[in-house]
């Protein structure tokens, strides 16, 4: 399948991995790059730029395919030194930055001053269309169904997509509630390029991550996540478990004069306890809604090949056979 995403960044599936905290590191993004998709290793998930530079040398160790680095614009006071990053990032060889969370206007230059192409995470048209204006080579469309962070609007992608194509001229890939060929030719539909997946790629043999999780996964269904943090306008959709649980009784408690502070137990410091230890119940990790069509465990490979073999068969018989 060709498409203006499979030639931005060189692949041969529409299928970009989504960078994931405490999940994409070398293993993973070498696996979907491996298997023809584009593999994205998550820059913050490293604590410091050496450590990053390290991750993507693992990284080519593994794979020749091309593979991107994730690069999340926090709303912190502490802002991690992203100029070092994007160095390590330009002197890897990298030539794909995800980025997402805040705009990545102050870091365009020195990005495309080394030929990166940048497909940049947004979750409404107008933050697409500043994407678009600053230069930024594709946006993924995030929608309100996804794991992570879908913003304050709501809006879910049978209408977001759509809304996108029509105003952006940038290509744009679909994510958030994609799993299969199903949700990839429906992407494609609505005038997507392609589709990216966080949820789907943890349930898969080579995310590094516990069993506990992938299994987690695979046993929720899709009304198992929760929205938390709307009261801080940092809106993010979880998995539920005793610590979601908790931290959702403290904000009903506390209502509109929430703090981060009061919840700190509950969302700090827990992607290393629940993806390396397996405590399930440690606090509040992101999880999409599409944990409820996702039923196994498969490779990467076994995935993508199933996803672009399910995506031909509804396009050139289902779809096509309607019609005769
Ligand atoms: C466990 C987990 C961690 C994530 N961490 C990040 C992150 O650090 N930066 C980022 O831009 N997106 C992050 N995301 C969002 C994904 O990249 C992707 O946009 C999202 O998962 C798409 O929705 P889906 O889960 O329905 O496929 C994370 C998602 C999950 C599930």
Avoid at 69 to 89: D, G, H, Q, R, W
Avoid at 162 to 172: D, G, H, V
Wanted: proline residues 5%; negative net charge.
């Amino acid at each position: 399948m060709k498409t203006r995403i499979t030639e931005l960044f060189g692949i041969r599936h529409p299928i970009i991995q989504g960078g994931m905290h405490y999940v994409g590191f070398a293993e993973l993004a070498a696996a979907v790059s491996n298997a023809g998709g584009l593999g994205i290793i998550t820059g913050l998930t490293q604590k410091t730029p050496e450590l990053l530079a390290r991750e993507i040398a693992r990284c080519h160790e593994m794979t020749d395919q091309p593979f991107g680095v994730n690069l999340t614009f926090l709303p912190t006071f502490a802002s991690p030194p992203y100029p070092e990053y994007i160095a390590a990032i330009i002197e890897g060889g990298i030539k794909s930055v995800e980025t997402a969370g805040r705009s990545p206007e102050a870091y365009m230059p020195a990005l495309k001053a080394a030929g990166i192409k940048v497909i940049h995470k947004c979750t409404s048209v107008r933050h697409a269309l500043k994407a678009e204006r600053i230069g930024c080579d594709a946006v993924s469309v995030d929608g309100f169904e996804c794991g992570g962070h879908p913003g304050e609007d709501d809006v879910p992608n049978m209408i977001l997509l759509p809304r996108a194509a029509e105003e952006l001229k940038i290509p744009f890939v679909a994510s958030g509630g994609m799993a299969d060929g199903r949700s990839l030719v429906a992407a494609l539909a609505l005038g997507a390029e392609g589709m990216n997946m966080g949820t789907r790629f943890i349930a898969t043999k080579e995310a590094p991550v516990h069993d506990n999780v992938k299994q987690a996964i695979v046993k929720a269904s899709e009304l198992d996540t929760r929205l938390i943090m709307r009261s801080l306008r940092n809106t993010e959709r979880v998995i539920n478990n005793a610590g979601v649980e908790r931290l959702m009784q403290i904000e009903r408690e506390k209502g509109d004069a929430l703090k981060i502070e009061d919840i700190m137990e509950q969302v700090a410091g827990i992607y290393p306890k629940v993806m390396t230890e397996g405590d399930m119940d440690a606090g509040a990790w992101s999880c999409g809604m599409v944990a409820g069509l996702i039923h196994d465990v498969p490779s990467c490979a076994e995935l993508i090949d199933r996803i672009m073999a399910q995506a031909h068969e509804l396009i050139s018989r289902r779809l096509t056979g309607l019609l005769q």
